[in-house]
């Protein structure tokens, strides 16, 4: 990243060199820039020339940029002059924008120098109609990834997000449901780029590229950074808070103030057909122009071939070469069995000869993790053969980290439920509109008991979120809390998730209670499937203990870590003697990690845990009104970030075992990461997420989980000696 100081030279100099050329150009749109771009975190040169189609939409794309500009701190310089495109000019910005550009608008010497200025290191995003511009020009459609085609009426389609680790995708869930113009592409850019979107064509009319139907991407370009989307054809799309949040976190990534992974990935692998390792009825046949001279044969109404080193684990799209003198038929894509979970069907039509290939595919729905079983349908006698066929796969969820813990509150109770209210009226409120808390849960005061519903989408956000534990919060057998967690467990197993236990500080809580609760969540729980241990730690149950230090003595618990981690809430490597490890749970000390390095390299030294806590924010005024506890303002986002950033960083962190996030719904202390209503009943005061990583509305109600998403696909454990 340039600094500041070099930018505000930077552009003082090159701003003047375009203010002359323009003023000769004398061009329709001037550029127009912020008047404080200079001291902006950033620079982004938007470019709308048309010399094809014009879309009304620019203007409404160029305002929804420069708004984005306003929230997440970069300058927006707006422009169709071409004479932008010099080399000095090009570097003052981080990233270009062409912003449906259409047909032939740069000279050859503008082309060199947005060439040179991506290869270089620039960043460049092109939006829905850049891939409608400069058809010969080799290097850009490289740059782009693919020229447009054709396209259908407006209309609605199912999006599909194939890649939600990137900035620009992290906020969607894995389908969007979204008007816009779908454009067909000459080519198919999946083999040199990342793709993030892609279209479902079974879902509207008019599309011509099949089950894979990449919509947006990004890639590496040179040592710059390349992202496109189709989408943003009408004026209404840049009015949307999902797209919105898409073009921000493209902004950023091209800008290089966002990582993001744009390696293309590894194209599936494609299998013989001939290769099964179990079958009814087929056979290996030879034809000369097959893959190999072989192909899979012999097939009636029926059979079927498995393929035991295949497995459909994310499976996605299923394509296959085929061809048939025969009666044709059906290929049914199944998962462990003939009779397993139908993933999907292709129609295989008659090719006229048995050595006249065709391709079929097919987009896969279902979803299931066994190996993959070909079953094959049609009428009587030969039906056709296949030759070879690829089974694409894509993360259909947010991959769940094991070694990311949230701190997990179940003791809410509504009258619906529980008979009266539970904890939302601590601080004197008044439920359902007053609660105890300076957020409002989007649920309302939910009650930890509704497992069907509540709990239940608790734990789809848990998995949204990527962290792989909740770590409940348990306060003595046979409590409140206690007769809700196989309720949480078995809503916890629907999902993935795994579940831990925070140990409260009940009264008379002593070292030997202690001893005598883990046993009993050992034995009560512990056959449960969703019962956390860790295998990285020879399976061991998870139990955190807060306020550790009001013990002195914890000698007791030598009777149970050998079965068990129990890690002490401090960082003080004098007060952890009998413990497993250490964590901190607050979540303002993040911020500045005090202490953190030294407990981290600590518990290298002597293999034991460190689980360093982050957090949101933390803001309790509703909850405990005069507390002088400091507080912890979100700053949209800044402030969680830092403190990721300072726990995975060793230099700050001491390379953390596993991070603890504070917390996932203790709204009394404003520490949640679960969403948040962004209309909240008036007149309370309540606050919202609105603004955090650029987001609106209710964009921003999920923003951050998916944050929690991003820093959880980025930590991989210490390892321990």
């Known amino acids: 990243m340039t600094s500041p100081t070099r ?21 329709a749109t ?28 620019i203007p409404a794309g160029i305002d929804a940029l420069r708004a ?35 047909g032939d608008v740069l000279n050859g010497t503008q082309q060199s120098a947005l060439e040179s200025y991506v290869d270089g290191g620039g960043g460049f995003l092109g939006v829905h109609a850049a891939a ?8 850009y459609g490289r740059l782009v990834g693919a020229y447009f085609k054709s396209h259908p009426a407006i209309q609605q389609a199912t999006v599909r997000t194939e890649d939600r680790g990137h900035p620009a995708t992290a906020h969607l869930g894995a389908t969007w449901t979204h008007t816009d113009e779908w454009y067909n592409y000459r080519t198919n850019p999946r083999p040199g780029v990342r793709v993030l979107q892609t279209l479902d064509e079974s879902t509207y009319s008019g599309g011509e590229m099949g089950a894979d139907h990449p919509i947006t991407w990004c890639h590496p370009q040179g040592k710059g950074r390349s992202f496109y989307t189709g989408l943003g054809h009408t004026a209404q799309s840049y009015s949307d808070p999902a797209f919105r949040a898409l073009l921000l976190g493209a902004v950023r990534y091209a800008a290089g103030q966002a990582p993001g992974d744009c390696s293309a990935p590894a194209a599936p692998a494609q299998v013989e057909a001939e290769s099964f390792t179990s079958g009814s009825g087929v056979q290996i046949a030879a ?8 192909t899979l044969g012999y097939i009636d109404h029926g059979d079927w071939a498995a393929y035991a080193s295949v497995s459909t684990a994310g499976a996605r799209a299923f394509t ?40 079929v595919s097919t987009t896969l729905t279902a979803t299931a993790s066994g190996p993959l079983v070909l079953r094959f349908t049609g009428g009587s006698g030969a039906l056709f053969d296949i030759d070879t066929f690829t089974l694409a796969t894509q993360a259909t969820t947010t991959p769940l980290n094991p070694n990311v813990h949230l701190f997990y509150y179940p003791w809410y109770g509504s009258p619906a439920v529980h008979g009266g209210w539970r904890h939302w009226q601590q601080g004197g409120h008044t439920p359902p509109d007053g609660i105890g808390a ?24 848990v998995a949204r979120s990527g962290a792989g534990v909740v770590v409940t919060s348990w306060w003595g057998r046979g409590s409140y809390e206690d007769r809700l967690a196989r309720g949480i467990l078995d809503a916890a197993q629907k999902e993935g998730v795994k579940v831990a236990w925070h140990l409260e500080p009940y009264a008379g809580r002593t070292a030997a209670s202690t001893v005598a609760d883990i046993e009993y969540i050992n034995a009560t729980y512990g056959d449960h499937p969703a019962f956390h241990r860790s295998a990285r730690h020879g399976n061991k149950s998870a139990f955190y203990v807060f306020q550790s230090l009001d013990v002195a003595d914890w000698s007791a618990l030598d009777q149970v870590t050998d079965t068990s981690i129990v890690l002490a809430q401090t960082t003080d490597t004098s007060k952890i003697a009998h413990f497993s490890g250490m964590y901190t749970y607050d979540g303002i000390a993040g911020a500045t990690a005090p202490g953190w390095k030294q407990a981290g390299d600590h518990a290298r030294a002597h293999g034991l845990i460190w689980a360093p806590s982050v957090a949101p924010g933390y803001l309790d005024d509703r909850a405990v009104p005069g507390n002088t506890t400091p507080t912890v303002e979100r700053a949209d986002g800044a402030a969680y970030d830092r403190q990721w950033t300072n726990a995975l960083a060793p230099a700050t962190g001491g390379s953390p075992t596993w991070v603890s996030v504070t917390s996932f719904n203790e709204w009394h202390e404003g520490s949640t990461i679960e969403p948040a209503d962004s209309t909240p009943p008036a007149g309370h005061g309540y606050r919202t997420y609105d603004g955090a990583y650029g987001r609106t509305g209710t964009a921003a109600e999920t923003a951050y989980l998916d944050r929690t998403a991003y820093w959880s696909s980025r930590f991989t454990p210490s390892t321990r000696r």
């Open 7 to 27: 930018r505000a030279v930077r552009r003082g100099l090159t701003a003047l060199a375009l203010t002359l050329s323009c003023a000769l150009a004398a061009p």
């Open 30 to 57: 001037t550029a127009q820039a912020d008047e404080d771009d200079a001291r902006a975190a950033f620079d982004v040169l938007v470019f709308s020339r048309t010399a094809g189609f014009r879309h009304d939409s």
């Open 68 to 102: 984005l500009g306003t929230q997440a701190d970069f300058s927006v310089t707006a422009t169709e002059d071409p004479a932008a495109f010099t080399p000095a000019n090009l570097a003052t910005y981080e990233a270009v924008v062409f912003l449906n550009t259409t």
């Open 132 to 139: 409608d511009t400069e058809y010969d020009w080799p290097y």
């Open 287 to 294: 034809h000369g122009p097959a893959s190999g001279g072989q």
């Open 320 to 359: 296959a070469r085929v061809s048939s003198a025969g009666a044709g038929g059906t290929i049914e894509i199944r998962s462990g069995s003939a009779t397993g979970t139908l993933l999907g069907s292709v129609r295989v039509p008659v090719t006229g000869g048995w050595e006249t290939f065709t391709t």
């Open 438 to 461: 300076d957020f409002y849960p989007a649920l309302g005061p939910y009650d930890s008991g509704d497992f069907d519903g509540t709990v239940a989408q608790h734990m789809k956000w």
